[in-house]
């Protein structure tokens, strides 16, 4: 029993020193405790509320190591914290964390390099999440570099990113199909952390993706025709290729093209332009007067 008081102790202190902002929420109103709710932890986690509660409780016997891994996560526990919740919940000491982060190959992203500026490329990995990318990618679609890297995804910019909606000329096509690859992903490592934590994230974000997740529709990412309504460069019919990575389990190389000779192709090589420009300045700015080049003849 006195573990069990332990455990309960301990998950009550580490939620009541989170705060709304620190897991990307928005806080509204004024709470009557610190810290996040119950709820929110469990539908970051990834699990019901019910069973979070009997677990702060200390009225579940024996959390699976997927429950506790996810907790740990929503949770923000360093390494020491993580081991001394295994060892409150299971027992047992915590099994060694895997190196989860997917690697991009050196010469994949000179692929994405050479494919610039003519044609925006990223590579996705597992979970929907944007590993590489090249500079028209980043002005086709939005700056991945701003995004922090649990929400530099696909399925969290289609349905968290505001400019998304404008973006896409059919949104709600383009959202179902991301929602649709998510859940492939589900079925392929039902006990991932990550696509466990994002679910719940997307769960709590957004009333689209809550309603449509039920319908289970399910879809790999392959190729097809997606229109966009870009704020520089107006609209664009661009094809998109999805090609897995050779050598690397559930990495794929997605491509957008334009019709040759189309008013798109067009439009790409002027959004092309305005990207290398942009680079173009911000080298300049960062380099700082002293540094810059002077223009022939001054």
């Excluded at 982060?101 to 990995?125: H, I, K, Y």
Aim: hydrophobic share 40%; proline share 6%.
């Amino acid at each position: 029993m006195q573990a069990r008081k332990e455990l309960s102790d301990f998950l009550r202190s580490r939620r009541d020193r989170l705060r709304p902002e620190d897991v990307g929420l928005t806080s509204v109103g004024r709470r009557r405790t610190p810290g996040l709710r119950r709820t929110e932890i469990a539908h970051l986690a990834g699990i019901s509320v019910d069973y979070y509660v009997r677990m702060e409780q200390g009225r579940d016997g024996r959390p699976s190591p997927t429950v506790l891994e996810a907790l740990s996560r929503v949770l923000g526990l360093d390494e020491d914290e993580r081991s001394h919740l295994y060892t409150l919940a299971r027992s047992e000491p915590a099994p060694r964390r895997a190196n989860s982060d997917e690697e991009v190959r050196p010469s994949v992203r000179r692929l994405l390099e050479l494919l610039n500026p003519s044609t925006p490329a990223f590579v996705v990995g597992r979970r929907m999440e944007v590993l590489a990318w090249n500079d028209l990618a980043v002005a086709l679609l939005t700056d991945f570099e701003a995004c922090r890297p649990p929400l530099r995804n696909m399925v969290w910019h289609g349905f968290c990113d505001p400019a998304a909606r404008q973006l896409y000329v059919d949104w709600e096509q383009m959202a179902r199909q991301e929602l649709a690859h998510l859940r492939v992903a589900v079925g392929r490592y039902p006990d991932d952390p990550g696509i466990v934590a994002l679910v719940g994230e997307l769960f709590l974000k957004s009333e689209d993706f809550r309603q449509w997740w039920e319908n289970h529709d399910v879809q790999d990412r392959s190729h097809g025709l997606r229109e966009f309504d870009h704020p520089l460069v107006g609209k664009l019919e661009l094809h998109y290729e999805s090609l897995s990575v050779p050598g690397v389990l559930d990495q794929k190389l997605v491509t957008y093209t334009a019709d040759k000779g189309s008013p798109s192709q067009a439009a790409l090589e002027a959004l092309a332009a305005a990207a290398a420009e942009t680079k173009r300045a911000h080298a300049e700015r960062e380099a700082g007067p002293e540094n810059r080049v002077a223009a022939p003849g001054g």
